[in-house]
Nanobody
Framework: QVQLVESGGGLVQAGDSLRLSCAAS????????MGWFRQAPGKEREFVAR????????NYADSVKGRFTISRDNAKNTVYLQMNNLKLEDTAVYYC????????????WGQGTQVTVSS
């Protein structure tokens, strides 16, 4: 069992940066690939980024590639999403998930944190 709590969301202006954190509880955190997803109003939840259990491999959606960076600290049971050069279209609720293998299926989900980008 893994419980996930996101934090770090907020209201920022276009071009600003923000770092999201996802704190995990449970002994098996380090065995999971972790992912970030987002859901904008009226849209389906979409993949943003994922990182393998060791942190040695990452994967990004084309829409955030070059602007967002996912990382993890297994000693702190935390995964991060550094978001730079934020755009209006990045506005969404951001969720972290413990993934089922190296898939986009989440075994466990956090409650989400709101990111709002204004012009």
């Amino acid at each position: 069992q893994v419980q996930l709590v996101e934090s770090g969301g907020g209201l920022v202006q276009a071009g600003d940066s923000l770092r999201l954190s996802c704190a995990a509880s449970g002994r098996s955190f380090s065995s999971y690939a972790m992912g970030w997803f987002r859901q904008a109003p009226g849209k389906e939840r979409e993949f943003v980024a994922r990182i393998i259990w060791s942190g040695g491999f990452t994967n990004y959606a084309d829409s955030v590639k070059g602007r967002f960076t996912i990382s993890r600290d297994n000693a702190k049971n935390t995964v991060y999403l550094q978001m730079n050069n934020l755009k209006l279209e990045d506005t969404a609720v951001y969720y972290c998930a413990a993934l089922s293998g190296w898939t986009l299926k989440g075994d466990y989900w956090g409650q989400g944190t709101q990111v709002t980008v204004s012009s």
